[in-house]
């Protein structure tokens, strides 16, 4: 089963309007989620890492005030993208690491959240 | 040089054949290697961890080659099931967060 929940797994909205996704961990703790964009036929890009109890650290060129990013608990990182256009259709990806465990080096991801913008 | 490279393909293979892919990492300090599976619209999922022993599950065998800092993919009696794109993960080196490759795009034909 997962153990890595996102949430919408698909979102159409209209431009200009935000749109929130949420990235749980289901039977572990993180206090890291990494969020990633994914265009068709391109690799998983890194956005934005999620830091439970502080601020994100974005990747060069992904604006921090449009792609908001809060992470308040050790299983929930939520992304939320403001005033979102066309250009911001894409697949995003959470994915996190259960860093307790004493082999904590698998990395689980999230379903995935299609995001259309019209 | 890009942290992570892999050819895109796509590798076009019959069923029943044997193919094999490689990905380069630039930092020799790298710890951890992994190979995922993505399939079309999915998410990626863990196929296997790379071990400096080289690791084999079923019909799948992945190695590692410190020396030329480049990590491979054996898959044997191709499958259709087995058309995906794979992903080479690294990680370390002076950071946790994961790199990938772009993915290697297989497509096993009856």
């Known amino acids: 089963g997962a153990v890595v929940s996102q949430h919408p797994s698909r979102v159409i909205c209209k431009s200009g309007t935000s749109v929130k996704i949420e990235c749980r961990s289901l039977?572990?703790?993180?206090?890291?989620m990494f969020w990633y964009r994914q265009f068709p036929k391109q690799s998983l890009m890194l956005m934005a890492t999620s830091n439970e109890g502080s601020k994100a650290t974005y990747e060069q060129g992904v604006e921090k005030d449009k792609f908001l990013i809060n992470h308040a608990s050790l299983t929930l990182s939520t992304l939320t993208v403001t005033s979102a256009h066309p250009e911001d259709s894409s697949f995003y990806i959470c994915?996190?690491?259960?860093?307790?465990?004493?082999?904590?080096?698998?990395?689980?991801f999230g379903e995935g959240s299609w995001l259309t913008v019209v | 040089r890009k942290e992570v490279e892999q050819d895109p393909g796509p590798f076009n293979v019959p069923e029943g054949a044997t193919v094999a892919f490689n990905c380069t990492y630039s930092?020799?300090?790298?710890?951890?290697f992994f190979w995922y599976r993505q399939d079309c619209r999915k998410e990626p999922k863990l196929l296997m961890s790379v071990y400096s022993s080289g690791n084999e599950d079923g019909r799948f065998t992945a190695q590692l080659n410190r020396a030329s800092q480049y990590i491979s993919l054996l898959i044997r009696d191709s499958k259709l099931s087995d058309s995906a794109t794979y992903l080479c993960v690294v990680k370390g080196g002076g950071s946790y967060i994961p790199t990938f490759g772009r993915g290697t795009s297989l497509i096993v034909h009856p």
């Open positions: 994915s996190a690491r259960d860093e307790f465990r004493t082999t904590g080096n698998t990395i689980y």
């Open positions: 039977d572990f703790q993180a206090t890291t």
């Open positions: 930092n020799s300090a790298s710890q951890s």
